[in-house]
């Protein structure tokens, strides 16, 4: 298209507007009128990026040039066989205007006084309606409604007669020609049905989409305006709503009691036509000079702006700019949000129009009449929910994929096999297979809690690893079965027990049967206990590896026979788990340790042959188990030097590895080792580590790095959680915060309330009762000392005998709100305000702990219905009815809250 400018030789702009009714069909306004379409075709030469799959070539339709200077434009609403446009003129007149070869203006719309029409719309409701704006005139108005049946005036022919105008809209041809014969002349409706603003420019208009008598409009002068055409046009609802001239005023197709309107300022504002007062939300675009707000007719909350001084087109989502927004009263000037998209162009638009099927495409044009249609890649909006599954969208559909563990084992090893990290994340099939909200949520289940004996057993069920070690330790502290020495100081670590005692080792024991030197000690001792190595009792030995064996770990309960030096014990170990293990190359490695044991003496270990074969790479490298390679390496190398490769091998247990030191270690090394130990799982989170430090600030170190790295905020919570409040920091506080916030998400209400008994904080009240008059706060704590205050007066005044035998019915002093005195609301079953005890007679009460009030005094209330009464009246009734109490009430929900 070439640029076409008016007789004072400004370029005029184009407006373009896509049909609701012919697929692919738009309409170009500027120095004429133009029908197009968009066809598909597979010889198009380079196609844009921008063009979607099924668009590759405009068609010119048709082309009106009795229309000029199009200055407006609006589709007809209702569909007809011809396409049928509305154009506003410079002159003030509003055509109806056609692409058949006879009629092209089948009627126009004459103004009393010629100036520019600004703007027009369609009534939606009433399709024969149709609304004009026009600039300023003294003495006359600037907003017209005029009818599109209305009978007109036609012009006379040459012999003086008048032609027929009931064939007007008739007489068009289907066809779009080109013929520039002379046409019939339209006729002319000189008198709106209704006009309204006098002497004030109409920039911009809308009529409402749920109402059809309601036109809403935009004045020159900052005003936005409401006129009901039913009633007097001349006091209309009247707001200023910006701080220049409304520049466009148009409802949301989806929630038609939202307006939005623009101005050159930069600023969308969005109002609520049902509170007129101020905006209930605005939107700085940064963009001067708007020109063009459009919403998006298939997607909520989406719109799209263009200014005269950008190269670009800005979609905006107000459903997310919105969010965050207080219910104060807010300096919008400074709500400044961001687009969502941005289109970029290679000149500034002159407009664009949504495609009415595609909420993904729209089509523009730019002021060198340059048509683009601009396709949105689509995005894929991604929710976790909080008991798992994901849910996702594409375009119009939704779909929800869940996400479950069949076991809870992929949190430890399981059968003696150590999994990968890798292999915790993710299956060979590509599933997922470890999420610790999962986790978490299935613990809950199971029990998980600040029971600490019930902790024990299920992770020991579990076989979870760390965390068996964890809730051991702390279960043993609780059961008594650590020494006097330890248990007096709550969940105390070895390295307390070591640092608070001066005492050094006795003198190093030797043992006879092969040569290496144990260390004997009482902090020692304590050491071994909590790492479950202390087997002073007998058969205690035999026990761990019975226990051991029955999980399946019998590479680990030979490896801790070994560090005993039970050679014996051990080939048993091995012996029996040749019969019980299925695995073919496992059970190979268990034989060949199984016969490297049977030929060890201290004869061996002094020639160096048993050793060379014993450590042989072929052989020793193939072992993967991490306990059977410690096995060989502690019994083939030389005193000390052997013990590194037991001590720093990570696939040991931590508990393992402590309690080996303890037995081999020098006092110096033992001390050095721990410490080294301590800041090793500081940085690794890992949560053995508790068992060296105890509950002290160095273990709020490890679970920090433990949360950071696994997200396991319940184990945190639920341990640190057994710490008094005044020890703990504001990192346990935000755990256990955390933690709550999850359970309440989870909807688990009972496992939230037994974790804050446990906890024995005290918390504040979360539900409040108020007056439904004045609003005020009734709490129970005012309405409870009143009670004991009235109760111990009457046993006063009344005397023993009388006290007894009041005591069933407690009469409360006022049964009204003591802010406004207005009756407080009423039991539905005994009819009696809520502030008046139950007749208790012959019925057994609950109180709670440390209170005085009654349960069954209690006000409980349905949260659909808000029909209640007293706790005891209510579960009495709900004992034999599953409807709501009151007569006329069918809810159903009540007794679901009890």
């Given at each position: 298209m070439n640029v076409n400018r008016d007789q004072s030789g400004v370029k005029t702009r184009r407006l373009l507007d896509w049909s609701p009714h012919f697929p692919n069909q738009f309409v170009v306004g500027s120095s004429d009128l133009r029908l197009f379409e968009l066809n598909s075709t597979s010889n198009f030469p380079n196609p844009s990026k921008n063009f979607g799959s099924n668009v590759k070539k405009v068609v010119v339709k048709g082309i009106n040039y009795e229309v000029s200077q199009v200055r407006c434009v609006g589709w007809n609403p209702i569909g007809s066989e011809e396409p049928l446009v509305a154009c506003g003129l410079p002159s003030g007149k509003v055509v109806l205007a056609t692409f058949s070869s006879s009629n092209r203006i089948v009627k126009e719309f004459v103004p009393k006084h010629s100036r520019a029409c600004n703007c027009l719309a369609w009534n939606p409701l009433e399709p024969h309606r149709l609304a004009a704006g026009l600039d300023k005139v003294r003495g006359d108005c600037s907003t017209l409604v005029w009818d599109i049946n209305q009978q007109g005036i036609l012009p006379s022919d040459s012999d003086g007669s008048q032609k027929d105008s009931?064939?007007?809209?008739?007489?068009q041809s289907n066809d779009y020609s080109f013929n520039l014969s002379p046409v019939e002349a339209a006729e002319s409706v000189l008198t709106p049905v209704q006009e309204m603003a006098n002497s004030e420019a109409t920039t911009a208009l809308a009529w409402d989409p749920s109402n059809a008598s309601c036109l809403v409009t935009g004045t020159g002068v900052k005003w936005l305006r409401i006129y009901d055409l039913r009633a007097d046009t001349n006091s209309p609802q009247s707001v200023v709503a910006h701080s220049k001239s409304v520049q466009g005023v148009s409802f949301d197709p989806f929630k038609h009691e939202r307006l939005a309107t623009f101005s050159e300022d930069g600023i969308i504002k969005f109002w609520?036509?049902?509170?007129?007062v101020e905006p209930v939300f605005s939107l700085v675009t940064n963009s001067k000079g708007l020109q063009q707000v459009e919403w998006c007719p298939k997607r909520s909350g989406v719109l799209a702006s263009s200014s005269r001084d950008e190269k670009s087109i800005k979609f905006w989502d107000i459903q997310d700019a919105m969010v965050g927004q207080k219910n104060e009263r807010e300096d919008f000037s400074s709500s400044h949000s961001r687009?969502?998209?941005?289109?970029?162009?290679?000149?500034?638009?002159?407009?664009?129009?949504?495609?009415?099927?595609?909420q993904h495409r729209l089509l523009s044009v730019n002021n060198s009449g340059i048509l683009e249609v601009v396709t949105l890649q689509q995005t894929i909006p991604i929710k976790w929910s909080p008991k798992g599954d994901l849910s996702f969208s594409y375009g119009n559909k939704q779909t929800t994929l869940k996400i479950e563990n069949d076991s809870l084992n992929t949190l430890s090893a399981a059968q003696g096999n150590i999994p990968t990290e890798e292999e915790k994340s993710y299956s060979k099939e590509g599933k997922i297979i470890f999420d610790v909200s999962i986790e978490m949520r299935k613990r809950v289940q199971l029990g998980y809690s600040m029971d600490i004996a019930h902790n024990k057993k299920m992770m020991d069920s579990l076989n979870a690893g760390e965390l068996c070690t964890l809730w051991n330790w702390m279960a043993d502290y609780l059961a008594g079965v650590f020494p006097k020495e330890i248990s007096d100081t709550l969940f105390q670590g070895i390295h307390q027990i070591f640092k608070s005692s001066t005492a050094t080792s006795k003198k190093p024991v030797e043992k006879t049967s092969l040569p290496f030197v144990t260390y004997v000690s009482p902090q020692r001792q304590f050491a071994l206990q909590i790492c479950g190595w202390g087997f002073d009792k007998k058969d205690s030995l035999d026990q761990a590896v019975s226990r051991l064996e029955s999980n399946g770990q019998y590479e680990r309960a030979a490896a801790i026979c070994v560090f005993h030096i039970d050679l014996k014990r051990a080939m048993g170990c091995l012996v029996r788990g040749t019969?019980?293990?299925?695995d073919a190359k496992r059970v190979v490695h268990l034989r060949y340790v199984h016969m490297a044991l049977a030929g060890c003496n201290e004869q061996a270990l002094a020639s160096g042959f048993w050793k060379e074969a014993c450590l042989e790479p072929s052989m020793f490298n193939e072992i993967k188990h991490p306990y059977l390679k410690a096995c060989l390496s502690f019994l083939c190398n030389d005193t000390g030097k052997g013990y590194r490769s037991v001590l720093d091998?990570?696939?040991l247990s931590l508990a393992d590895r402590v309690g080996f030191a303890c037995k081999f270690l020098e006092d110096s090394e033992l001390i050095h080792f721990i410490e080294n130990s301590i800041q090793e799982n500081q940085k690794k989170g890992n949560v053995e580590g508790i068992i060296l430090t105890?509950?002290?600030s160095r273990a709020m170190e490890i679970f920090e790095q433990y949360v950071n790295t696994t997200g396991d905020v319940q184990t945190a919570a639920l341990v640190m959680g057994h710490l008094p409040k005044k020890l703990r920091d504001q990192r346990v506080d935000l755990w256990i915060k955390s933690y709550r916030d999850l359970l309440d998400v989870w909807e688990l209400w009972h496992a939230r309330a037994k974790f804050d008994i446990a906890l024995k904080d005290p918390i504040n009240s979360q539900v409040y009762v108020r007056c439904n008059f004045c609003n005020q706060a009734l709490s129970m704590s005012l309405i409870t000392s009143r009670r004991g205050l009235t109760n111990q007066r009457t046993r006063?005044?009344?005397?023993?005998?009388?006290?007894s035998s009041s005591s069933n019915f407690h009469k409360q002093t006022s049964a009204s709100c003591p802010g406004c005195k207005k009756p407080l609301p009423r039991c539905v079953v005994c009819l009696l305000p809520f502030s008046v005890n139950v007749p208790n007679a012959g019925r057994q009460t609950q109180t709670t702990a440390g209170s005085s009030t009654e349960f069954g005094n209690w006000f409980t209330w349905c949260q659909s219905c808000r029909h209640g009464g007293h706790a005891a009246h209510m579960m009495d009734w709900f004992k034999n009815h599953r409807e709501c109490p009151v007569s006329d009430c069918k809810c159903t929900q009540c007794g679901t809250f009890l």
């Open positions: 009931s064939n007007s809209l008739k007489s609520d036509v049902r509170n007129f687009p969502y998209r941005t289109h970029e162009g290679s000149e500034t638009y002159s407009s664009f129009s949504w495609d009415p099927s595609n019969g019980a293990v299925k091998d990570q696939n105890g509950l002290d006063i005044s009344q005397g023993p005998s009388q006290s």
